[in-house]
């Protein structure tokens, strides 16, 4: 059977000269055979005239044209990108719908705001997409030298679990063979009942006892804290999906800590399980 097509989907920022996340994109699915890359480009027009679809249908043209003038100026490893224009009036709805509708792995994104802030709608994203989510802080070209994953020990439910298994394969897979990359491992533990020895961390993620950092404390202060120490320039960590009131009023720990992280940062999501009884 032939493997399904790992796919990107990469959003074009129209009030940018240089694409980072178009870039970054490229930069992945250059060395892969199991990669397919999109490229999102949303347009809307609010100008008043007398003929909305032949504005909508001129501005699409238009946009369309220049979205392929810049995936040619960037392309030069040759990778398959398809273009894509969305007409939507709120670009954050857009990209969730193409990402849903396209079955997208990852959705590729520059960061909103300066590389030590994440914006209002960086964290819009992050509540209502179901794909990885990659904002990039910093200009793709640089290689990455060193990966930090945060995961969390002490979870004891399915979800959180689920997590800390596909955050450590993601970070595996992404060193791959490259001995030279380091490999680092955060996990925060909020009391001495649930610390965790570092030496274990090492051996279940099969990294030297120097890279696993086990430290006390709220993983909202540990995590960023300790990426921006080392120098990491990529951060994994988990996002338990949640919805309603509970995901807007109080906010998830991966939304609070991608504030004041300087690298760029993976998102991964599971969507949270909520078991109800039978009325």
Same mark, same amino acid.
């Given at each position: 059977?032939?493997?399904?097509?790992?796919?990107?989907?990469?959003?074009?920022?129209?009030?940018?000269?240089?694409?980072?996340?178009?870039?970054?994109? #490229?930069?992945?699915?250059?060395?892969?055979?199991?990669?397919?890359?999109?490229?999102?480009?949303?347009?809307?027009?609010?100008? &008043?005239?007398?003929? *909305?679809?032949?504005?909508?249908?001129? &501005?699409?043209?238009? =946009?369309?044209?220049?979205?392929?003038? !810049?995936?040619?100026?960037?392309?030069?490893?040759?990778?398959?990108?398809?273009?894509?224009?969305?007409? =939507?009036?709120?670009?954050?709805?857009?990209?969730?719908?193409?990402?849903?509708?396209?079955?997208?792995?990852?959705? !590729?994104?520059?960061?909103?705001?300066?590389?030590?802030?994440?914006?209002?709608?960086?964290?819009?994203?992050?509540?209502?997409?179901?794909?990885?989510?990659?904002?990039?802080?910093?200009?793709?070209?640089?290689?990455?030298?060193?990966?930090?994953?945060?995961?969390?020990?002490?979870?004891?439910?399915?979800?959180?679990?689920?997590?800390?298994?596909?955050?450590?394969?993601?970070?595996?897979?992404?060193?791959?063979?490259?001995?030279?990359? &380091?490999? =680092?491992?955060?996990?925060?533990?909020?009391?001495?009942?649930?610390?965790?020895? *570092?030496?274990?961390?090492?051996?279940?993620?099969?990294?030297?006892?120097?890279?696993? =950092?086990?430290?006390?404390?709220?993983?909202?202060? #540990?995590?960023?804290?300790?990426?921006?120490?080392?120098?990491?320039?990529?951060? #994994?960590?988990?996002?338990?999906?949640?919805?309603?009131?509970?995901?807007?009023?109080?906010?998830?720990?991966? $939304?609070?800590?991608?504030?004041? !992280?300087?690298?760029?940062?993976?998102?991964?999501?599971? $969507?949270?399980? !909520? $078991?109800?009884?039978?009325?």
């Amino acid at each position: 059977m032939k493997k399904e097509k790992t796919r990107f989907l990469a959003v074009i920022d129209p009030t940018r000269i240089d694409q980072w996340a178009l870039q970054k994109a #490229i930069s992945i699915a250059k060395d892969r055979d199991d990669a397919k890359v999109y490229a999102l480009l949303c347009a809307h027009s609010e100008a &008043e005239c007398d003929d *909305p679809e032949e504005l909508r249908t001129s &501005e699409l043209r238009r =946009h369309t044209i220049w979205l392929d003038e !810049i995936i040619a100026s960037v392309n030069d490893a040759g990778v398959d990108i398809e273009p894509f224009v969305e007409w =939507h009036e709120d670009w954050r709805e857009a990209i969730c719908n193409v990402a849903s509708a396209g079955r997208i792995d990852m959705v !590729i994104k520059r960061a909103s705001g300066r590389p030590s802030s994440l914006a209002s709608s960086d964290r819009q994203l992050i509540r209502s997409l179901k794909s990885a989510l990659l904002l990039v802080k910093h200009d793709p070209s640089t290689d990455l030298q060193k990966v930090l994953v945060a995961v969390d020990f002490n979870a004891s439910d399915e979800n959180h679990a689920a997590l800390n298994d596909a955050i450590i394969d993601l970070g595996r897979r992404i060193r791959g063979s490259n001995n030279t990359m &380091e490999f =680092h491992a955060v996990s925060a533990y909020p009391d001495s009942d649930k610390f965790v020895h *570092p030496p274990d961390v090492a051996s279940k993620l099969k990294i030297d006892r120097s890279q696993a =950092h086990v430290r006390q404390g709220k993983a909202g202060d #540990i995590i960023p804290g300790l990426a921006n120490k080392i120098g990491a320039d990529l951060v #994994i960590v988990g996002n338990v999906g949640r919805r309603g009131f509970s995901g807007i009023m109080v906010g998830n720990t991966s $939304e609070k800590i991608l504030t004041d !992280i300087q690298s760029d940062v993976l998102v991964l999501v599971r $969507e949270e399980r !909520i $078991e109800r009884s039978a009325a």
